[in-house]
């Protein structure tokens, strides 16, 4: 196993989880993601990618929400489970990330070549 899928795997397990407001898709907007996770989403076409840009909204976001949840890139997890990426509607995990593993995160993009997704 490659280290960025170990890096993911372990970040993936450590940021907490919670239920959304249904029909609220406030951080599904375009975001970039690593070439490990975007490997493991579904390829879209060109055309589905300007369309989904001219909305605001991840070409991955259907109209029953996200289409690839249980693959979803490490800064979709992080959304609403941190004060410095809130949700808009107050929902929250009852713990939130631990500020070292958020600041792993953040240093992963960071350090990791990213595509818009």
């Known amino acids: 196993m490659n280290n960025d899928r170990e ?9 907490p989880t919670f239920e959304c407001t249904p029909g609220c ?8 993601t690593s070439s490990e ?14 369309a989904a840009l001219k ?15 249980g693959e979803r890139p490490l800064i979709c997890r992080l959304f609403g489970t941190t004060p410095n990426m809130a949700c808009p509607n107050g929902c929250r995990p009852q713990e939130m990330v631990e500020p070292e593993i958020e600041r792993e995160v953040h240093h992963y993009i960071a350090t990791t070549r990213q595509v818009l997704v």
């Open 55 to 69: 909305e605001f909204n991840c070409v991955h976001l259907g109209p029953n929400g996200c289409t690839v949840y």
């Open 25 to 32: 898709h406030d951080c599904c907007g375009p975001v970039t």
């Open 37 to 50: 996770e975007i490997s493991r989403l579904p390829v879209k076409s060109d055309a589905e990618h300007d």
């Open 7 to 15: 890096v993911i795997a372990r970040l993936r397990q450590r940021i």
